[in-house]
């Protein structure tokens, strides 16, 4: 099974904005997906600028969120059951994030282009200064590599801080756990209908796919029920 890992870093905002959904920003041509997002946050702020109060306080920054994606993973991980006999028992899942180096790659790819986004004109706008008087950027988190071009800087940021995109698939894959109607091979009438199924997962929120086959097999066992 596989998981499209999240790249990405939170910036602390020194004005706050109107809180906005994710929004894709970009697209490079390997299909690496960029978005954005602003959120009141729900963290406590060190006194870290001299923007913010002397004390940790929760004032409740607005966070500017930029974070990438790949829709197509090469990493592959498990899912196996922790118990044959008892059902409670949660199964074991690894998903080994980047352990192919294609995708721990495309992250590296992916994160240099933040750096880039980052010495924009607009982007200076959003700097604040510390107590010394030098002027950068207030990471919510692990700050992006000091040295975007030292490759095992960039792969050791990615793997500290890839989070999930919640698009987890494969592990009840059509033809080796489901037969081609989805009713699960050496069982009756028992059908697997969600992401699981799927040997790579859409660009982008699979819910819409998913939603769509669920309809068409729902379909398929109303008209053979009726036949």
Same mark, same amino acid.
């Given at each position: 099974?596989?998981?499209?890992?999240?790249?990405g870093?939170?910036?602390?905002?020194?004005?706050?904005?109107?809180?906005?959904?994710?929004?894709?920003?970009?697209?490079l041509?390997?299909?690496?997906?960029?978005?954005?997002?602003?959120?009141?946050?729900?963290f406590?702020?060190?006194?870290?600028?001299?923007?913010?109060?002397?004390h940790?306080?929760?004032?409740?920054?607005?966070?500017?969120?930029?974070?990438g994606?790949?829709?197509?993973?090469?990493?592959?991980?498990?899912?196996?059951?922790?118990?044959?006999?008892?059902?409670?028992? $949660?199964p074991?899942?690894?998903? !080994?994030?980047?352990?192919?180096?294609?995708? *721990?790659? &495309?992250? /590296?790819?992916?994160?240099?282009?933040?750096?880039?986004?980052?010495?924009?004109?607009?982007?200076?706008k959003?700097?604040?200064?510390?107590?010394?008087?030098?002027?950068?950027?207030?990471?919510?988190?692990?700050?992006?590599?000091?040295?975007?071009?030292?490759?095992s800087?960039?792969e050791?940021?990615?793997?500290?801080?890839?989070?999930?995109?919640?698009?987890?698939h494969?592990?009840?894959?059509?033809?080796?756990v489901?037969?081609?109607?989805y009713?699960?091979?050496g069982t009756?009438?028992?059908?697997?209908?969600?992401?699981?199924t799927? $040997?790579?997962?859409?660009?982008? !929120?699979?819910?819409?796919?998913?939603?769509? *086959?669920? &309809?068409? /097999?729902?379909?398929?066992?109303?008209?053979?029920?009726?036949?």
């Amino acid at each position: 099974m596989s998981d499209n890992p999240r790249f990405g870093t939170n910036i602390v905002l020194p004005f706050q904005v109107v809180p906005t959904s994710g929004k894709v920003v970009g697209i490079l041509q390997d299909n690496i997906y960029f978005q954005s997002l602003a959120s009141p946050s729900p963290f406590l702020v060190p006194p870290t600028f001299s923007l913010l109060p002397p004390h940790p306080t929760s004032i409740n920054p607005t966070l500017a969120t930029f974070f990438g994606k790949f829709s197509e993973v090469h990493s592959k991980g498990s899912l196996k059951l922790n118990s044959s006999i008892d059902v409670k028992k $949660s199964p074991i899942v690894q998903f !080994n994030y980047y352990s192919h180096p294609d995708d *721990l790659a &495309r992250c /590296v790819k992916g994160v240099r282009k933040l750096g880039d986004v980052f010495k924009t004109p607009t982007m200076e706008k959003i700097k604040t200064q510390d107590l010394k008087g030098n002027k950068g950027f207030m990471f919510l988190g692990l700050p992006l590599p000091g040295n975007l071009w030292n490759d095992s800087a960039v792969e050791e940021y990615c793997k500290k801080t890839v989070a999930t995109y919640w698009h987890y698939h494969g592990g009840c894959l059509v033809g080796k756990v489901v037969d081609g109607n989805y009713k699960v091979i050496g069982t009756e009438n028992l059908r697997v209908v969600d992401g699981s199924t799927f $040997s790579i997962s859409p660009g982008t !929120n699979p819910m819409a796919t998913v939603m769509m *086959l669920g &309809r068409y /097999v729902g379909l398929k066992i109303v008209q053979q029920s009726s036949s």
